[in-house]
Structures are given as C-alpha cells and as structure tokens.
C-alpha cells in the first residue's frame, strides 16, 4: 500500500513558475512508477508527465519544454516544475503511482493504470 500526498500548489500569474511535490510512504517507493495528471470540473483526468523507476520521463506534448519531472527515491518524492505558465495550465494536479514499471511508455498516459492516487493540489494560473 502506498500513500501519496501531494503540495506545492497556489495561485501564479502567467509566465510564471511552481513546483508541485508528492511525498510516498512505503519503503519501495524507488520500484514504482509515478505520474502527474490533472483536471479540471467537468473533464476526465489528463496525463501530465511520467517516470518510471529507472528514470525514463515521458510527456504530454502540451507541457514539453516547460514542465520537468523528476524524483528523488531517498526522499520518496516525485517533483514537477512548472516554468512558463499559462491559464490553461489550472486545474487540480494528483500525483499516481503504479507498481507495473514493464510498460512502453504510452501505458502511463492512462488514469486507470495508476493503483494509488494522491488527493490533489490546487493550481490556479492568472492571466
């Protein structure tokens, strides 16, 4: 069992920049794979980036260029930086995380094969 608490989110104008931080229990925190998704009412759960355990990163081609993933497994916490942002970037942000890390990489573009879920960080991008 894994839990998942996500933070870091707030209010920015746009062009600006936020990093969102999800903290994992569990001591096998470094085999999982872990992604970032986000939503916004009255729409399904839109895949952000991915990294699985080795590393790998994989992005929504909507965020390629300014959002970064990355992890850090002594800490047990997966990092998004958010540079350059826009209005259309709002929308609640959860972390997920899948224990199935054999996958091509468009495996992890889809909410349902995420096994654990965190409660989501308000971002709210000005403009």
């Known amino acids: 069992q894994v839990q998942l608490v996500e933070s870091g989110g707030g209010l920015v104008q746009a062009g600006g920049s936020l990093r969102l931080s999800c903290a994992a229990s569990?001591?096998?925190?470094?085999?999982?794979?872990m992604g970032w998704f986000r939503q916004t009412p009255g729409k399904e759960r839109e895949f952000v980036p991915a990294v699985k355990s080795g590393g790998i990163t994989y992005y929504a081609d909507s965020v390629k260029g300014r959002f970064t993933i990355s992890r850090d497994n002594a800490k047990n916490t997966v990092y998004l930086q958010m540079n350059s942002l826009k209005p259309e970037d709002t929308a609640v942000y959860y972390c997920?995380?899948?224990?199935?890390?054999?996958?091509?990489?468009?495996?992890?573009?889809?909410?349902?094969?995420?096994?654990?879920w965190g409660q989501g960080t308000q971002v709210t991008v000005s403009s």
């Open positions: 997920g995380a899948t224990r199935r890390t054999l996958y091509s990489g468009s495996y992890y573009f889809r909410e349902q094969n995420y096994e654990y």
């Open positions: 569990g001591r096998t925190f470094s085999s999982y794979a």
